[in-house]
């Protein structure tokens, strides 16, 4: 699950285009318990960085929080891994440090990118355990790593598009993830939309049901391109009606059965619009 933090310094945004580590403009995501919202992109004068200066410039950038969307590449500990990317940046390694109180299980479905928010720093042990807290366990495993940038991270997520849900969606059943798309459709007053995506895989929508009480809190358009949260199921009417209250006119209720019947569906639990081009991975 998945932690909501906030934070009085600026949420930098690591941008590049057509790599594996992509940034979404993204709090940390909310637990089940928390309502929607809706957070507003970037302003312009928020600095734009890239993955290469969290590992060539990390002086500039310890205290900054920030969003990554990368595949774990080396797992260290239970707490503990690394994210890079060999196609652009030469393998440099960026620690990831899970603070968020809620194990990472690795490795992940093949292909699957995890979204990471947290606070870079420099990786010492001993100075992480100090000022965050963390259970990082014994000094003696991470000697290679010291020095390197690290990533304490608030929240960790599963972060699927669309089409790998819809092409295999059994991994992401009954957990929270973080989905970037665009919203192709919506069903009457955005209680339930559509999302895609623009990718080979984009031919696979993704249904989005908004709980009665939280559809008020998403005012979003058709073509908005956002990150939504929230959990992975199984579409079947009368469970999602009977466990969240949910209420539809009979004509909706009807379309969704005939066009989502057992198709993955994802009860929201918070969207965030997001400024970057949803190919950039």
């Known amino acids: 699950m998945l932690n909501k933090y906030q934070k009085g310094g600026r949420h930098t945004q690591l941008s590049f285009l057509a790599i594996a580590l992509m940034v979404i403009l ?3 995501c909310a637990n089940n318990s928390q309502r929607a919202e809706v957070s507003e992109t970037t302003p312009a004068d928020k600095e734009s960085v ?5 590992s060539n410039k990390t002086e500039d950038l310890i205290g900054e929080l920030v969003t990554v969307r990368s595949q774990p590449i080396n797992k260290i500990s239970d707490n503990v891994f690394t994210i890079t990317d060999q196609k652009v940046f030469g393998g440099e390694r960026i620690v990831v440090v899970n603070n968020s109180g809620v194990p990472v299980n690795l490795p992940i479905p093949q292909d699957a990118k ?3 928010t947290g606070t870079v720093d420099k990786f010492d042990v001993n100075a992480l355990k100090q000022k965050y807290k963390a259970d990082l366990g014994e000094p003696s495993s991470y000697q290679e790593y010291a020095g390197m940038p690290v990533i304490v991270a608030r929240s960790v997520a599963l ?3 669309p089409g790998e ?5 059994q991994p992401y059943y009954n957990k929270v993830i973080a989905v970037p798309a665009e919203v192709k459709q919506i069903y009457g007053s955005a209680g339930a939309f559509v999302l895609e995506d623009n990718t080979i895989l984009g031919n696979e929508p993704l249904l989005v049901l908004v709980t009665n009480q939280l559809k008020d809190q998403v005012p979003i358009k058709q073509g908005d391109k956002i990150v939504a949260t929230g959990t992975l199921r199984p579409f079947v009417a009368a469970d999602i009606e009977r466990e969240y209250n949910y209420v539809w006119d009979a004509q909706l209720r009807q379309q969704l059965e005939t ?3 057992q198709k993955p569906v994802l009860i929201v639990e918070g969207i965030y619009l997001s400024a970057l081009p949803l190919n950039a991975d």
């Open 26 to 28: 993204l709090p940390a």
């Open 259 to 261: 066009d989502y019947a």
């Open 159 to 161: 972060a699927p598009i």
């Open 114 to 116: 995890l979204q990471v």
């Open 50 to 54: 890239t993955p290469a200066k969290v």
């Open 165 to 169: 849900i819809g092409e295999n969606p």
